[in-house]
Nanobody, 123 residues
């Protein structure tokens, strides 16, 4: 069973950095590709970043490429999202998600979701 819990959100200023964490309390985290998505009011939930089970393959949305970095530590059952040079348009609830084996940028491919963590970036 996969149970995901995000942490690390908060209120920051434009240009600041945050690191989100997502802990999986399941026992086979290393067999799940992981993704980060975000949902801002009035918008659909959108893809942010994804990482393969071995941590080598990574995908990013164009809007965050070069500013955000996804990583994972399989020994700690944790996936991270390092967010630098934050912008007000990054304001959203951020969710981590798990998918068996292969990574994907499509939210409908993910089977397990966390409860989300709020990130607010002021101008």
């Amino acid at each position: 069973q996969v149970q995901l819990v995000e942490s690390g959100g908060g209120l920051v200023r434009a240009g600041d950095s945050l690191r989100l964490s997502c802990l999986d309390s399941g026992r086979i985290f290393s067999r799940y590709a992981m993704g980060w998505f975000r949902h801002a009011p009035g918008n659909e939930r959108e893809f942010v970043a994804a990482i393969s089970i071995d941590g080598i393959g990574r995908d990013y949305a164009d809007s965050v490429s070069g500013r955000f970095t996804i990583s994972r530590d399989n020994a700690k059952n944790t996936v991270y999202l390092q967010m630098n040079s934050l912008k007000p348009e990054d304001t959203a609830v951020y969710y981590c998600a798990a998918r068996w084996n292969l990574k994907s940028t499509a939210k409908n491919d993910y089977n397990y979701w966390g409860q989300g963590t709020q990130v607010t970036v002021s101008s």
